[in-house]
């Protein structure tokens, strides 16, 4: 599958295009309103942080007890019971008077199973798709992601201005609606992948499982490390240079675009193990200019540079895809996604600290090199030979390769 039009073409990709990108702009729509909602009443720039980030964190939470389910419902009725939870969570914190210790709890649930979620929707995305496939699709929902955020911001801004932050909350309500209907009827009936109970014991038992393989221990690493500093780069944007902030973020999100596209549409599969180190040194490389203070038209040439190599995390999940057996595929898929915005925050604390303790541009070299560092250390492990003969039993899970 090499065209766009192939895959829009395959009979339930279309629909789970739509959930995803339903649930992604109610998700940064009510994020945002929640935010300032909860600023208004508390006037405290954690809360409304936390408020907006929250979620993300409490995948965290959602990974270790969880997370199992995402291979044990059904795709299609777990999709669907989802949306409708999490429109009933929205629709819930519109409240008048709900008090923010219970805005915390709604939203503290919606993260936990958040992880599930996402473990579905990409866990399903594998079967809609055939094997050489996935990297094409999972790029277009990347892009998706992206576009919509940016566009989800701006709108919920707008919509915040115009019929208020809890208004706002209600048509984000109605978003996941879109999404359940969506979900139930544009998707088919299939059965769990896995077999068993959902449980935080078998959850345990399965990340185990997972992490236990060298060859995927290695793919994890990669696709947590190197990204997650990075993002702790940044993160210093604003501190280093705050009128240009906005221009920065911007040409990032070009050249992730850019990336996403190529590496997903047209780079031949017999590339594809080869350039995920290259991309991953791409990602940190032109960070290190930064200690020369570059002016703001080469600044922006490099980081727009720099972001292409977020395509790496492509590869990786393509890899990822080849090393698991299909009745993991969900729980490993969520497993990246929560172990991703986790080294996320850990970049952006890391960074941070460095800045703090130094200067803005300090924070962006010295973190830039530490995501170089871990992708060349991970280099070797990541080869496929290497990697398999550190597992010489290569467990039931890599039976697909």
Not at 147 to 162: D, H, R, Y
């Amino acid at each position: 599958m090499r065209t766009y039009r192939e895959l829009f073409r395959t009979q339930e990709f279309t629909p789970l295009f739509a959930v995803s990108a339903a649930q992604t702009a109610a998700q940064t729509m009510s994020g945002l309103a929640l935010g300032i909602l909860v600023f208004r009443q508390t006037d405290s720039a954690l809360l409304s942080s936390l408020a907006m980030f929250g979620p993300a964190l409490a995948q965290l939470v959602g990974a270790a007890t969880v997370l199992s389910a995402a291979d044990r419902l059904p795709p299609r009725a777990a999709l669907t019971a989802l949306s409708l939870l999490f429109g009933a969570g929205t629709a819930l914190q519109a409240i008048p008077g709900l008090p923010i210790w219970a805005v915390f709890v709604v939203l503290l649930g919606l993260g936990i199973v958040g992880s599930v979620s996402g473990g579905v929707r990409y866990g399903l995305l594998n079967e809609v798709l055939t094997r050489d496939g996935y990297l094409l699709g999972r790029s277009v929902l990347n892009m998706s992601v992206g576009i919509i955020q940016i566009c989800g911001f701006a709108l919920g801004g707008v919509l915040v201005a115009l019929v208020s932050a809890r208004g706002t909350l209600l048509l984000s309500a109605a978003l996941y609606l879109l999404a359940a209907v969506v979900a139930r009827a544009g998707l088919g009936s299939r059965p769990p992948r896995g077999t068993g109970r959902a449980s935080v014991a078998e959850t345990w038992r399965a990340n185990t499982k997972l992490w236990s393989s060298v060859p995927r221990r290695y793919v994890y690493l990669a696709l947590w490390v190197p990204n997650g500093l990075i993002v702790g780069v940044e993160a210093l944007y604003v501190p280093y240079s705050p009128g240009d902030a906005g221009l920065l973020f911007a040409f990032g999100a070009v050249g992730m675009l850019v990336g996403d596209t190529l590496v997903g549409r047209f780079l031949p599969p017999g590339w594809r193990d080869r350039l995920a180190v290259p991309l991953c040194v791409l990602l940190a490389a032109p960070y290190l200019l930064f200690a020369v203070r570059p002016s703001l038209p080469l600044a922006l040439v490099l980081v727009t540079v720099a972001t292409f190599g977020y395509a790496a995390g492509l590869l990786l999940q393509d890899r990822l895809m080849a090393l698991t057996s299909d009745e993991l595929s969900g729980q490993a898929l969520g497993l990246h996604s929560s172990g991703m915005l986790a080294m996320q925050g850990v970049g952006a604390l890391v960074a941070g600290a460095v800045a703090e303790l130094t200067t803005p541009t300090t924070g962006i070299v010295v973190t830039a090199a530490l995501s170089l560092a871990a992708t060349l250390l991970l280099a070797p492990g990541l080869r496929r030979g290497a990697a398999e003969a550190a597992d010489p039993e290569h467990d039931a899970s890599l039976a697909r390769q």
